[in-house]
């Protein structure tokens, strides 16, 4: 006999399976669920977002799981090995790279929120605004885009952070102003393609304004191939993140940054290679998990992806 559980589970697949949605809001839960049951097949996307859901959680509990201070020297404890005491040996300062690794998730997550929140909303502006209007305005806007794409994105962010100074705050602003170009492009194509599209006609008779056009219409149908395009730069912000930090011109001594320990290493990779391994793994595992989740959240949201 089937129990009370399984017939309401029964009920609520048929609810979000159903063809002819009552609602708006049964219409999105049904895709929503169709969507999560397309990435669950997907193994690697699952591994990705489950190695980025241990990362916020070691972020968040980086106090309770470091066993020592990220930044406390030992002189007399230096370049030990990897041990029970120290799982990931300690660096030319005694410090504990377990505990500065761990410490350093942080400042990573930090770094790639703020470039999100800052250079998202920016290149899909301008990509939406250019494409709407058309003309000058795209014009101008995209030869603006195409002189920021002319340059190699770490080439720029260290020009841009060479004139701000070194530091963490200055990094994430370089980094920014360097990631919103290809957002903006993206942001066109997809404007481009539904501006003159029936709807928009309709709600232009309407009375409606370009700016209730661009942020009520066309900027919520643009998001998701954004989604994908922001998931996909977290690797590169990352390693440009780090870049900047190897070389001094991002987050500064002694503050736990992957790319600054990698660089510390450098000096003993031959008789000490945990120094520059272990920062170095580190980047290694989130940047292939963000890739792992982009390339899955793209055969969810794209529909001109094979989703089987």
Same mark, same amino acid.
Not at 203 to 218: D, E, N
């Given at each position: 006999?089937?129990?009370?559980?399984?017939?309401?589970?029964?009920?609520?697949?048929?609810?979000?399976?159903?063809?002819?949605?009552?609602? %708006?809001?049964?219409?999105?839960?049904?895709?929503?669920?169709?969507?999560?049951?397309?990435?669950?097949?997907?193994?690697?996307?699952?591994?990705?977002?489950?190695?980025?859901?241990?990362?916020?959680?070691?972020?968040?509990?980086?106090?309770?799981?470091?066993?020592?201070?990220?930044?406390?020297?030992?002189?007399?404890?230096?370049?030990?090995?990897?041990?029970?005491?120290?799982?990931?040996?300690?660096?030319?300062?005694?410090?504990?790279?377990?505990?500065?690794?761990?410490?350093?998730?942080?400042?990573?997550?930090?770094?790639?929120?703020?470039?999100?929140?800052?250079?998202?909303?920016?290149?899909?502006?301008?990509?939406?605004?250019?494409?709407?209007?058309?003309?000058?305005?795209?014009?101008?806007?995209?030869?603006?885009?195409?002189?920021?794409?002319?340059?190699?994105?770490?080439?720029? &962010?260290?020009?841009?952070?060479?004139?701000?100074?070194?530091?963490?705050?200055?990094?994430?602003?370089?980094?920014?102003?360097?990631?919103?170009?290809?957002?903006?492009?993206? %942001?066109? &194509?997809?404007?481009?393609?539904?501006?003159?599209?029936?709807?928009?006609?309709?709600?232009?008779?309407?009375?409606?304004?370009?700016?209730?056009?661009?942020?009520?219409?066309?900027?919520?149908?643009?998001?998701?191939?954004?989604?994908?395009?922001?998931?996909?730069?977290?690797?590169?912000?990352?390693?440009?993140?780090?870049?900047?930090?190897?070389?001094?011109?991002?987050?500064?001594?002694?503050?736990?940054?992957?790319?600054?320990?990698?660089?510390?290493?450098?000096?003993?990779?031959?008789?000490?290679?945990?120094?520059?391994?272990?920062?170095?793994?580190?980047?290694?595992?989130?940047?292939?998990?963000?890739?792992?989740?982009?390339?899955?959240?793209?055969?969810?949201?794209?529909?001109?992806?094979?989703?089987?």
């Amino acid at each position: 006999m089937m129990t009370n559980k399984t017939l309401k589970t029964g009920r609520m697949r048929k609810w979000l399976r159903a063809d002819t949605p009552d609602s %708006a809001f049964q219409a999105w839960s049904g895709r929503a669920y169709l969507g999560l049951l397309r990435f669950m097949k997907n193994r690697l996307a699952v591994l990705g977002l489950l190695i980025i859901v241990a990362l916020i959680v070691i972020a968040v509990l980086a106090p309770v799981i470091a066993p020592y201070d990220p930044v406390e020297t030992d002189i007399g404890n230096r370049l030990q090995p990897l041990s029970f005491t120290h799982y990931l040996g300690t660096d030319e300062m005694g410090r504990d790279i377990f505990s500065r690794i761990i410490f350093g998730s942080r400042l990573t997550l930090y770094i790639i929120s703020l470039v999100a929140i800052i250079a998202a909303p920016v290149g899909i502006l301008v990509g939406t605004v250019a494409g709407y209007f058309g003309g000058i305005v795209d014009t101008v806007l995209m030869r603006i885009t195409d002189i920021f794409l002319a340059f190699p994105k770490l080439i720029l &962010a260290l020009a841009f952070v060479s004139a701000l100074g070194p530091g963490i705050e200055n990094a994430v602003i370089a980094i920014s102003i360097t990631s919103w170009p290809p957002y903006a492009r993206i %942001a066109r &194509a997809e404007t481009i393609t539904i501006r003159n599209c029936d709807f928009i006609k309709a709600v232009r008779l309407q009375g409606a304004g370009a700016l209730r056009i661009i942020t009520g219409h066309i900027m919520p149908l643009c998001l998701p191939s954004l989604i994908i395009r922001v998931t996909l730069d977290m690797a590169g912000i990352i390693l440009t993140a780090a870049g900047l930090g190897f070389l001094g011109l991002g987050a500064q001594p002694p503050t736990p940054e992957w790319g600054a320990m990698t660089a510390g290493g450098r000096t003993y990779i031959i008789d000490h290679w945990w120094l520059i391994s272990m920062p170095g793994t580190a980047i290694f595992i989130v940047s292939l998990a963000f890739n792992l989740l982009g390339d899955g959240l793209r055969e969810v949201l794209d529909p001109r992806s094979d989703n089987g």
